[in-house]
């Protein structure tokens, strides 16, 4: 019966790391957090000792020896030498929480938030009925209202934005002045192929880059071009169907290299008895890779459940933010470098949200907010407003916080706060 606990246990691993391209570190957290790999080793090199043919007593004492140096080692190595994390404490502010600089009552059905390089204006998608045409509702905080009707929103600067407008058939990217007279006025515009899930996934100056899917093709289609060209380039990345991903986010930059990360279960946690190998909880991991020309390169394995967000002046830039056990992770690495040691913080948030330019992180928990900014290394504790509620999202900025809340029995409201250290 020992027998064949090892077997099923270890021969998917076995399995696993026959055919993975996992690097070695993603082997070793694998390794270090799955105590029935090594128990069962433990139970069946204790069953061979007593046994009378000496071969089968050194097994038994061989087996011993390397489910506790093994598990143990796997264990300090991963804790020592992979994760190495960088632990940041967040000390209490020494005012009170975030003062309020504004809040503006918005319609029923909202959903993704937007906000602009500086924090002047923001959008919101919404819609006034099912059925009725994709909106975004441009408000600028000196009271300013406008309506585009739109799939998606970015904005290229404080009075410039780039639109997505879907139809059955096309999608059309289309150039926005948002300080001309007749606000929003439309200009140049450019014909996409229609994909699926279709978003502008970041700007460069005048450069674009739009993701969809190509669900004739099961491929995602990534498009990059710039405003005021009759063209566009057009790459394309087949990823194993086979996946069964519980998120997955692809984002790519104006010179067509990007990312895709994905959340899932991690590859023993999805047998029937997963859940045993890993002492009764389930197991999941997120992976990213770097996208480049038609090409994916797996960089980096993680242990957690990770959301990742392409960044920067230059979009050249990836933030990922995950949580494990009682602390929140944050890694912020270049598409060409890869992951390096993630900042920790000692804290688990409800709600995270990341700027624009990928410098500030703010952390949304239970009893306070936390603001962390990755170029100086530190983090500051606020308490939360007195008013009840989780945000939907929050966007930082240098010199304020954003948030989009959905209260009970309220309509739901756009609220900006002072967050200047």
């Not at 270049?334 to 709600?351: C, E, I």
Request: one cysteine or more; glycine letters at 10%.
């Amino acid at each position: 019966a020992l027998a064949v606990i090892v077997a099923l246990t270890w021969g998917p691993l076995a399995a696993y790391l026959v055919r993975t391209s996992a690097p070695p570190t993603a082997i070793v957290q694998t390794l270090g957090g799955a105590p029935l790999l090594w128990a069962s080793l433990v139970a069946l090199g204790a069953a061979l000792l007593p046994a009378r043919p000496r071969g089968l007593r050194w097994s038994g004492a061989a087996l011993l020896a390397v489910s506790v140096l093994g598990g143990a080692g796997a264990i300090l190595v991963d804790r020592l030498a992979i994760s190495r994390p960088i632990v940041v404490g967040a000390p209490a502010g020494d005012t009170g929480p975030l003062p309020r600089m504004a809040q503006i009552e918005l319609p029923s059905r909202v959903g993704v938030l937007r906000v602009s390089p500086l924090g002047s204006r923001v959008a919101v998608w919404t819609r006034e009925a099912r059925g009725t045409p994709d909106r975004f509702l441009v408000l600028g905080l000196s009271g300013e209202r406008s309506q585009v009707e739109a799939r998606d929103l970015r904005f290229i600067d404080e009075s410039n934005a780039l639109v997505l407008v879907e139809s059955m058939y096309r999608d059309v990217l289309q150039h926005l002045e948002l300080d001309s007279p007749s606000s929003g006025s439309p200009g140049w515009s450019i014909d996409l192929p229609h994909t699926t899930g279709t978003t502008v996934s970041s700007i460069r100056g005048s450069a674009w880059a739009v993701v969809g899917y190509d669900t004739a093709t099961q491929d995602f289609i990534g498009l990059v071009g710039r405003v005021g060209d009759a063209d566009f380039k057009k790459q394309r990345w087949a990823f194993d169907e086979s996946e069964r991903v519980d998120g997955e986010t692809v984002e790519i930059s104006p010179d067509g290299r990007g990312f895709r990360a994905v959340s899932e279960l991690a590859p023993l946690a999805q047998l029937q008895w997963g859940p045993l190998i890993y002492g009764g909880r389930v197991a999941r991991q997120s992976r990213v890779w770097r996208l480049d020309a038609g090409r994916q390169d797996l960089v980096a394995t993680w242990p957690i459940t990770a959301a990742c967000r392409l960044v920067g002046p230059r979009a050249e830039d990836v933030v990922c933010i995950g949580e494990h056990k009682t602390r929140t992770l944050i890694w912020r690495f270049s598409l060409q470098a890869g992951p390096t040691r993630p900042l920790v913080l000692p804290d688990m948030s409800w709600r995270s949200g990341i700027s624009p330019d990928g410098r500030f992180v703010a952390l949304w928990g239970r009893d306070s907010i936390v603001l962390v900014d990755l170029e100086r290394g530190q983090a500051v504790r606020r308490p939360l407003p007195q008013e009840p509620g989780l945000p939907q999202q929050l966007i930082p900025l240098a010199d304020r916080l954003i948030t989009l809340f959905r209260r009970p029995r309220s309509a739901p409201v756009l609220e900006v706060y002072d967050a200047r250290w």
